[in-house]
C-alpha cells in the first residue's frame, strides 16, 4: 500500500506535456518574433485565441520554414500556420482555418538589366527561392529546375544579408511582398532591391492546418475553436 501511494505521487508530480506541437516561421507581418521575443502579427491573435480556446495544451515553436513544414508532415502532434493551400498539399494536411492571403514577387537587384514579361523568361536566371514553400512548389510544377535554376534557401531570416553578399551569383529571388514592404521599413539599403515580375497566379489562401494522421478529439476541438473566432 505504502508503494502504492508512492507511486501514485510521482505520477500527480509529472509535468503535463503539451498535447499538441504547433509550428511556424517569422513572416512579417503575419507572423513574426518582435525585439522581446513574443510572437506577433496579423494572425497570431486568432490562433492563439483559438488554440486557448480549444483547451488542449500546446507549445508553439518558431523555425526556419523548411524544418517547420516538414515537422508538420511528419509528426501527427503537430499543425503549422501560416501555409499555402496548394493542390500538391491538399492531401498531406488537415486544412482547419483560413487566416489571410498574400501575394508574392521575383525581385532583383539588378532590376535595370532584367526584364520579365512571363515565366518561361525567368528560366533564364538564377533565383534565390525559400525550400519547401509556396514559391518554390509554384516553381517546380511550372518547370523551373533545381539543378540549374532554383537556389534553396533554409531561412529567410538572413535572406537580404544573403543577397547582399551574392549579388552577383543570384539573379533573382522570390519574395513575399507582404514581407518585403514590413523589411523595407526598417533597412533602407533595401531599396535598391526591386519587384520585376508578380507571380501569375491567384493570391493563395494562408490556413491553420493540422497533420492529416492527428487525433479526431483534437481536430474536432481546434475545428469549434477557429469556427467560433470567425
Not at 22 to 37: A, F, I, K, R, S
Not at 76 to 103: H, M, Q, V, Y
Not at 153 to 158: C, E, I, V, Y
Amino acid at each position: 500500500m505504502h508503494k502504492l501511494f508512492i507511486l501514485l505521487c510521482l505520477l500527480v508530480s509529472l509535468p503535463v506535456f503539451s498535447a499538441i506541437t504547433v509550428v511556424t516561421e517569422n513572416l512579417p507581418q503575419l507572423q513574426y518574433q518582435d525585439e522581446n521575443g513574443e510572437l506577433v502579427g496579423t494572425v497570431v491573435d486568432k490562433v492563439l485565441t483559438s488554440l486557448k480556446q480549444s483547451n488542449i495544451n500546446y507549445e508553439i515553436s518558431v523555425n526556419p520554414w523548411s524544418v517547420s513544414y516538414n515537422a508538420a508532415l511528419r509528426d501527427e502532434n503537430t499543425c503549422i500556420f501560416s501555409i499555402a493551400r496548394l493542390p500538391a498539399r491538399e492531401r498531406d494536411f488537415i486544412w482547419l482555418s483560413k487566416l489571410g492571403r498574400f501575394s508574392a514577387s521575383f525581385y532583383s537587384f539588378n532590376f535595370q538589366q532584367i526584364s520579365i514579361s512571363n515565366l518561361q523568361q525567368a528560366k533564364q536566371y538564377r533565383i534565390a527561392v525559400l525550400k519547401d514553400n509556396y514559391s518554390h512548389i509554384f516553381l517546380k510544377e511550372h518547370g523551373f529546375d533545381e539543378t540549374n535554376q532554383l537556389i534553396l534557401l533554409d531561412s529567410f531570416d538572413n535572406i537580404y544579408d544573403v543577397l547582399k553578399s551574392r549579388r552577383t551569383s543570384i539573379d533573382l529571388v522570390v519574395l513575399s511582398d507582404q514581407q518585403f514592404n514590413f523589411e523595407l521599413q526598417k533597412d533602407s539599403t533595401l531599396n535598391s532591391l526591386k519587384p520585376v515580375f508578380s507571380i501569375p497566379v491567384v493570391n493563395p489562401d494562408l490556413y491553420f492546418a493540422c497533420n492529416k494522421n492527428m487525433n479526431t478529439a483534437w481536430l474536432e476541438k481546434l475545428s469549434k475553436a477557429f469556427a467560433d473566432y470567425d
